[in-house]
């Protein structure tokens, strides 16, 4: 029905007497009800139902009210000295069932999968609503269609929760669906391995039988993700996200990655650390050994310095042979 209640309004000052009617005329077997303001007095009618009631100010109230409570409606009120009436029509109509909704994929990985959101209603106007936005309309990311009825969003996001349709099926007067969750998985977003001792530089230096802890964490992450463990490129059996030694052994030194995912997003992230024993320069250091200096050069030198040698003596014999020819030259001239 339109409405659980109405009312139907009749009001005036100094009034001795109000009469409600359902009918054409205002017989006395077509009375509702009566009403006496002055006394606080009424008298109910063969049309008197146990829905209605009078007002202190002359208002017939219908309670539960039914579609064979559409019909016209008159009311007289008595005041000193005159009588007024007034006639109006109740309409009760029937409404619909309340929309519906449903989508067509329940299992939507972020970022990657589109989903269509069904409002199901014989209405024309209808509007969609998330637990955000009072009103959506389309966008980069959504698309209503141009009958209203669906709802597409495109490559969902962590933050698409809720949503619902309503309806206006009757002028004035809204229905609304009830709400739908879209379950969306994401992540992992990131990741973190903590170790005691600290790995400097993704190094852990421990002694051999020492305590050596590495922790896992992946954040943000729907579902939760699970964890593996390689050592040195191998599957290692453990799959908690923290490991312990609690005395460490020679086998145990080596390369460790811990790699964390999401079984349904399939998103796969990973962090090295190695552990070793402390480093070499802290072991006593060996005995000092004087080593006697020998002078040496490259050979590239060695090739060097033989030219220059060979073009200085060639350039010595030049000269040499020059300053002989100018002495000979000398003396045959002065004989």
Same mark, same amino acid.
């Given at each position: 029905?339109?409405?659980?209640?109405?009312?139907?309004?009749?009001?005036?000052?100094?009034?001795?007497?109000?009469?409600?009617?359902?009918?054409?005329?205002?017989?006395?077997?077509?009375?509702?009800?009566?009403?006496?303001?002055?006394?606080?007095?009424?008298?109910?009618?063969? *049309?008197?139902?146990?829905?209605?009631?009078?007002?202190?100010?002359?208002?017939?109230?219908?309670?539960?009210?039914?579609?064979?409570?559409?019909?016209?409606?008159?009311?007289?009120?008595?005041?000193?000295?005159?009588?007024?009436?007034?006639?109006?029509?109740?309409?009760?109509?029937?409404?619909?069932?309340?929309?519906?909704?449903?989508?067509?994929?329940?299992?939507?990985?972020?970022?990657?999968?589109?989903? *269509?959101?069904?409002?199901?209603?014989?209405?024309?106007?209808?509007?969609?609503?998330?637990?955000?936005?009072?009103?959506?309309?389309?966008?980069?990311?959504?698309?209503?269609?141009?009958?209203?009825?669906?709802?597409?969003?495109?490559?969902?996001?962590?933050?698409?929760?809720?949503?619902?349709?309503?309806?206006?099926?009757?002028?004035?007067?809204?229905?609304?669906?009830?709400?739908?969750?879209?379950?969306?998985?994401?992540?992992?977003?990131?990741?973190?391995?903590?170790?005691?001792?600290?790995?400097?530089?993704?190094?852990?230096?421990?002694?051999?039988?020492?305590?050596?802890?590495?922790?896992?964490?992946?954040?943000?992450?729907?579902?939760?993700?699970?964890?593996?463990?390689?050592?040195?490129?191998?599957?290692?059996?453990?799959?908690?996200?923290?490991?312990?030694?609690?005395?460490?052994?020679?086998?145990?030194?080596?390369?460790?990655?811990?790699?964390?995912?999401?079984?349904?997003?399939?998103?796969?992230?990973?962090?090295?650390?190695?552990?070793?024993?402390?480093?070499?320069?802290?072991?006593?250091?060996?005995?000092?050994?004087?080593?006697?200096?020998?002078?040496?050069?490259?050979?590239?030198?060695?090739?060097?310095?033989?030219?220059?040698?060979?073009?200085?003596?060639?350039?010595?014999?030049?000269?040499?042979?020059?300053?002989?020819?100018?002495?000979?030259?000398?003396?045959?001239?002065?004989?």
């Amino acid at each position: 029905m339109v409405a659980m209640y109405d009312k139907l309004d009749c009001e005036l000052l100094n009034v001795l007497q109000y009469s409600w009617y359902r009918s054409e005329d205002n017989q006395t077997e077509n009375m509702i009800v009566n009403y006496k303001p002055p006394s606080k007095s009424w008298q109910v009618g063969t *049309a008197f139902t146990g829905r209605e009631n009078v007002t202190s100010n002359g208002h017939l109230t219908i309670n539960n009210v039914a579609l064979n409570d559409t019909g016209k409606y008159i009311v007289t009120v008595e005041t000193v000295g005159e009588t007024q009436r007034a006639t109006g029509r109740l309409k009760v109509i029937e409404l619909e069932s309340e929309p519906t909704i449903s989508m067509n994929s329940s299992s939507l990985v972020e970022n990657v999968d589109s989903v *269509a959101i069904f409002c199901h209603t014989n209405a024309t106007k209808i509007t969609w609503h998330n637990v955000s936005t009072s009103v959506l309309s389309s966008n980069d990311r959504m698309t209503i269609s141009q009958d209203g009825k669906t709802l597409i969003i495109h490559m969902v996001d962590r933050d698409d929760l809720i949503f619902y349709c309503s309806a206006e099926t009757y002028p004035g007067l809204v229905q609304r669906s009830i709400a739908i969750w879209l379950i969306v998985y994401y992540g992992p977003d990131g990741m973190t391995l903590k170790t005691e001792p600290f790995a400097y530089r993704d190094v852990i230096s421990a002694e051999i039988g020492s305590k050596v802890d590495m922790e896992c964490s992946a954040s943000f992450s729907h579902p939760q993700t699970t964890y593996r463990w390689f050592h040195n490129d191998s599957l290692m059996t453990f799959s908690d996200a923290k490991m312990v030694f609690t005395s460490l052994s020679w086998y145990q030194l080596g390369r460790y990655r811990c790699v964390a995912e999401n079984p349904v997003t399939r998103l796969i992230l990973y962090k090295d650390v190695k552990i070793q024993l402390p480093c070499e320069c802290f072991l006593p250091a060996k005995p000092w050994v004087d080593v006697p200096r020998v002078f040496t050069i490259s050979g590239t030198m060695a090739v060097m310095l033989i030219v220059v040698t060979a073009l200085g003596g060639l350039y010595l014999c030049g000269i040499l042979i020059y300053l002989l020819i100018s002495h000979c030259s000398t003396r045959c001239l002065l004989s």
